[in-house]
């Protein structure tokens, strides 16, 4: 099959690669900024290969590192703003609670960048919203402001509004090869294209880039099984659309965490997930032999024994999708060590999805060469040892 004509345009501004909802965002910002932006997708679009697919993500303002809760009021502020650009519901409240031993220091980080003293324990928690059952001695904070983002709309309004600014976003086009200089080139399978700028935000598949431009990333890939559990009782409303999201913290039953959202994408089923999976290849995620052990849906079933007794015990239905995590779970937002005019945002841990508009802000102000509206120190590439061992 002949290859695709190459496009009349092959200069720009900018040149974004990965249309997830952190590309996307980044573009979208860029684009607002007047900068004439690419935007390069591998797949075509939707599709469910990544990190951005999907119905629902948790939006909360509870976290335990200061530097992510003090992102979150612009986050959801430029929500708000994508919301109202394009006439789309993207968000629907319905609060979280947080689930923990009394004391734990990341339970009690969350309390405090709420701002709020009450906690709750198995009683009030049980009054308030009836489909949860701590165990003795266990509690519970509460984020009123949280809810569930609409993903997949979500990822369709902020290409939209880029495009309305002018973005040209082509999918289907596969990144074969980067090479950097003061103009960087990057050939696809349908082209070559330049720009005084690049910008890498390929998910799963940063690692393979950054290795092209000597760089040793500590990306892991993980599959992660994204699970949906049958109410016994349909529409029981302690466990329906108006239960809240929830996520759990220092609970040894769960090393890595377990959240859930309430009965939204599929009406009767609840998402609840481990914050955890299995190290992967994003080209082979599919792959995965059925038979092969599922120790998450083990450690989920018995969670709900516990912890959600009016739910099924075994997974209705069965989606994947993908982390890729770094070490410490912090993102990587920073400039290549050797070439300033190429910016990586990678390695968002399952975690991501909403703080997208302020990581869009942040990488596109990186990439003009602005002062990052936020300290960068926790997101810097050479926090990790050994990154610049590949050669060129």
Known sequence: ???????????????????????????????????????????????????????????????????????????????????AETGTTLYRQTGLVVLGPPGEPELEACRRSLGVDEVLDAAALAQRFPGFRLQ?????????????????????????????????????????????????????????????????????WTGAFAEQLGLRLPLQPLRIDVCYWREKQPGTASLGSVSPCFLTLGLSQAPHGIYGLPSIEYPGLMKVCHHHGSPTDPEKRDQAPSSAPRPDIAILSSFISSYLPGLETQPAVMETC?????????????????????????????????????????????????????????????????????AL
């Open 136 to 204: 003795a001695g266990q509690v519970a904070v509460l984020d009123s402001t949280a809810g569930v983002l609409f993903a997949d709309r979500a990822l369709r309004a902020v290409q939209e509004v880029f495009r309305r600014h002018g973005g040209t976003l082509r999918d289907g086009e596969k990144v074969l090869r980067i090479e950097p200089g003061a103009m960087v080139t990057v050939t696809t399978t349908a082209g070559v294209y330049k720009a005084p700028r690049l910008i890498i935000t390929a998910g799963a």
């Open 322 to 390: 993908l982390y890729t995590n770094t070490p410490d779970e912090d993102f990587i937002l920073d400039q290549h060590p050797k070439f300033s005019n190429i910016v990586i945002g990678a390695g968002f841990s399952g975690h991501g999805f909403k703080l997208a508009p302020v990581v869009g802000k942040l990488l596109c102000e990186l990439s003009l060469g602005e002062k990052p509206s936020y300290s960068m120190a926790h997101f810097a590439i050479t926090r990790f040892p050994g990154v610049l061992g590949a």
């Open 1 to 83: 099959m002949a290859a695709p004509k190459q496009p009349q345009k092959s200069t720009y501004d900018v040149i974004v690669i990965g249309a997830g909802i952190q590309g996307s965002f980044t573009a979208y910002h860029l684009a607002q900024r007047h900068k004439d932006t690419l935007l390069l997708e591998q797949f075509l679009l939707p599709h469910s290969r990544g990190s951005s697919h999907g119905q629902s993500r948790i939006i909360r303002s509870a976290y335990p590192q200061e530097y992510y809760s003090r992102m979150m009021p612009e986050s959801f502020r430029l929500w708000q703003q994508l919301e």
